[in-house]
């Protein structure tokens, strides 16, 4: 079954094309590597996705699970399971990542026409995520990403990607940021969450993230526009020879 | 109405008031209010065209014909209408400016401590009294302040001998019963720790039936030496109101005190707070929270003033603002010659829930001490796009990410008043503002 597939996405901000012709198909259960140097698109691709706002699709479909994606707001996008980890997580102050989790729970339970879980029943679910990735709970009774580590505000978007079980996860430069310890931390998190149902979306500078998330296909992103695809030894190929090796051209022939 | 004859209305008021209402009161108080009326008549009401009132008029108060607010002792708040506004503890109540004894209790005050009416405390401890009233600072600053001392008959008396300790809060409650007129009130709070004592005070100004009146509070509490201080100060007036406040706080040698002023009623208010770390080592938490819509409008004049070395104050005030309201502060940070060591931090910012919603900050650094650390920070602005857009991606929607960013942004004050009772309650108001649901785990 097709997960997500991407057609001719052409998305603007500010007025400037970032990416000029994205076309990519991600089928259930597959882990898809986006790489490519900075300022290629694999950002906005991730953040289109998601919907934010200040980008501008200008062009091009975006279906997910058959559905018009790019039709969705950014939060009927996530009760319908996709999942944004952002390279950048935001600090709410005030608000414990407990309290906010168990909101995003509940507007999705709402949306799947279930009762919402009351703070205890929250608990008991969130203990079991938790085990089942192995982590505790110290980061749950703190202000969402106020005050984090770069390491906890990473293993804190993992953390929600376990909580909120969604069957698309894109993961935005997870690894950015992360020394080597904190980065199997955050794999061997991820490997353990996937499964037939799950598809990834793996965004990343580095080949380091897929020695540790071996994906199955990885596409090459320049200048907007995916160059080249290939099996998890592209990535390898890539490290070795670096971007330069892979020209936005060879995409137009 | 000319400002002669606003002036002369009330001092026809205060005749009547000296004639009549007042009688009882010793020599020396009498001094006081003829003193205070005096100033009133040279100072009137303040004006746009003072620096210090630039943002903020009053005068639709200086318009209106206020009466002395009735006691109304026929008609008195059953206490489920009082609930909403009640901490547990020992309280004192007054309603219309008149201390109300059958709806206060005393109980868990430890001997020689004392809490009820200044007017009761005036009769039974006149000496005690006298030793602290208008002591502190210059409660004759602007004519408001002026007036209520001129008016000076009842209010709360809080007072604590050394060492005394009250686990429980202590809260004076100002109920206003507006009925068909247009009452004015004018509570003088007295509030005395002495040195070494430690206890918690709340300060509730509410109003049970709505309505358009004034209350014209001025509040001064003293820390002595070593003295630990937790007080509150809630404004939940009729949203018809005028709500002028004047806080002077004066504290001693290595006290400490954390103070929260929290603006949610009043269609119009001033609070200033006046403090003064005279002592070394002092140190204040001085916080404060507006949460205001339609057209209301509130206005904060803080002022800290570090008069000897090794003080410590904090201040973080934060004000949401929706509709068409408006708020305005005003930080002033004095570091006197000498007081070296001081270490002095203020933040004020301010969350714009609408288009047509204001928000001015100012802070005042006056520094005459070279080795200090002072910093001061203000915002005014609508919710950050990126961290509406984060909730959003989590699939929550954008009406409940709005309100639990500005719940977020209020928590930020709410997390630090110290006294359970009062932050669980304002927490619950807040809350219901901005309709987010409850976190604790329920009862059942």
């Known amino acids: 079954m097709t997960m997500l597939e991407i057609q001719d996405l052409h998305a603007s901000v500010e007025g400037n094309e970032i990416l000029r012709g994205v076309s990519l198909s991600v089928r259930a259960g597959e882990v898809h590597a986006i790489m490519g140097p900075n300022g290629s698109g694999k950002s906005t691709l991730a953040q289109v996705l998601a919907g934010h706002p200040a980008y501008q699709v200008t062009k091009g479909t975006v279906r997910y699970e058959g559905k018009d994606l790019l039709d969705m707001d950014p939060e009927e996008r996530a009760r319908e399971g996709l999942f944004l980890a952002f390279q950048y997580p935001v600090a709410i102050r005030g608000i414990t990542n407990s309290y906010f989790l168990r909101s995003a729970v509940n507007a999705i339970r709402k949306h799947q026409g279930l009762p919402e879980l009351d703070p205890l029943d929250f608990l008991q679910v969130l203990e079991d995520k938790l085990k089942a990735i192995g982590w505790d709970d110290s980061l749950m009774n703190r202000a969402v990403n106020e005050g984090f580590s770069g390491g906890e505000k990473k293993r804190n978007e993992i953390l929600q990607l376990a909580v909120l079980e969604p069957r698309l996860a894109v993961l935005d430069e997870t690894d950015s940021g992360l020394d080597i310890d904190a980065l199997k931390t955050v794999a061997e998190a991820v490997n353990k969450l996937r499964g037939p149902e799950r598809s990834f979306v793996v965004v990343t500078h580095y080949q380091r993230l897929l020695n540790y998330i071996v994906p199955d296909r990885v596409h090459v992103l320049a200048e907007g526009r995916i160059v080249r695809s290939g099996g998890k030894e592209l990535a390898l190929e890539l490290e070795a020879k670096g971007y330069d090796w892979v020209k936005p051209e060879a995409a137009v022939a | ?444």
């Open chain 2, 1 to 444: 109405m000319t400002a002669a004859s606003v002036i002369e209305r009330w001092i026809a008021q205060f005749r009547e008031f000296a004639a009549n209402g007042a009688s009882g009161a010793p020599a020396w108080l009498r001094e006081l209010r003829d003193g205070a009326i005096g100033r009133f008549a040279e100072l009137g009401f303040p004006s746009t065209r003072q620096e210090e009132w630039r943002f903020t008029s009053i005068q639709p108060i200086a318009e209106s014909a206020f009466t002395p607010a009735q006691s109304h002792t026929s008609h008195l708040p059953s206490l489920s209408e009082m609930a909403p506004f009640l901490v547990t503890g020992p309280r004192a109540v007054f309603v219309n400016g008149r201390f109300i004894e059958s709806l206060s209790t005393a109980d868990g005050m430890p001997a020689g401590a004392w809490l009820g009416s200044l007017w009761q405390a005036l009769q039974s401890q006149p000496d005690l009294v006298r030793a602290h009233l208008a002591r502190y600072a210059r409660a004759d600053a602007h004519g408001f302040a002026a007036l209520n001392t001129a008016f000076i008959k009842d209010g709360g008396f809080v007072y604590f001998p050394a060492r005394a300790v009250v686990a429980e809060p202590l809260q004076l409650v100002f109920l206003t019963m507006a009925g068909g007129d247009q009452p004015v009130s004018h509570p003088r709070t007295l509030i005395v720790f002495e040195r070494e004592a430690a206890g918690q005070v709340v300060e509730t100004y509410a109003s049970l039936d709505g309505g358009t009146y004034l209350t014209n509070a001025v509040t001064e509490l003293v820390l002595g030496d070593g003295a630990q201080v937790h007080h509150a100060r809630i404004q939940r007036e009729s949203e018809r109101a005028y709500h002028i406040a004047t806080n002077l706080t004066h504290q001693g040698r290595d006290s400490r005190l954390v103070s929260t002023t929290v603006a949610l009623g009043a269609g119009l208010s001033r609070h200033h707070v006046s403090a003064v770390l005279d002592g070394t080592g002092a140190f204040l938490l001085l916080n404060g929270l507006s949460v205001l819509g339609g057209r209301q409008h509130v206005d904060h004049h803080t002022s800290i003033d570090h008069a000897r070395p090794h003080g410590e104050s904090h201040e973080f005030f934060n004000g949401v603002f929706d509709g068409d309201s408006r708020g305005v502060f005003n930080g002033r940070i004095i570091v006197r010659p000498g007081a070296q060591r001081t270490d002095s931090k203020q933040t004020n910012n301010n969350l714009l829930l609408s288009t047509t919603a204001r928000a001015d900050s100012q802070p005042q650094l006056e520094i005459y001490a070279d080795d200090v650390k002072c910093t001061h920070g203000s915002t005014v602005g609508p919710l950050d796009e990126t961290a509406l857009f984060y909730l959003r991606s989590r699939g929550i929607g954008p009406d409940e990410a709005r309100g639990l960013l500005t719940y977020g942004f209020a928590a930020q004050i709410l997390d630090q008043v110290e006294i359970p009772g009062v932050r669980v309650g304002l927490d619950r108001i807040v809350r219901g503002r901005l309709g987010v649901a409850e976190s604790r785990p329920s009862a059942a």
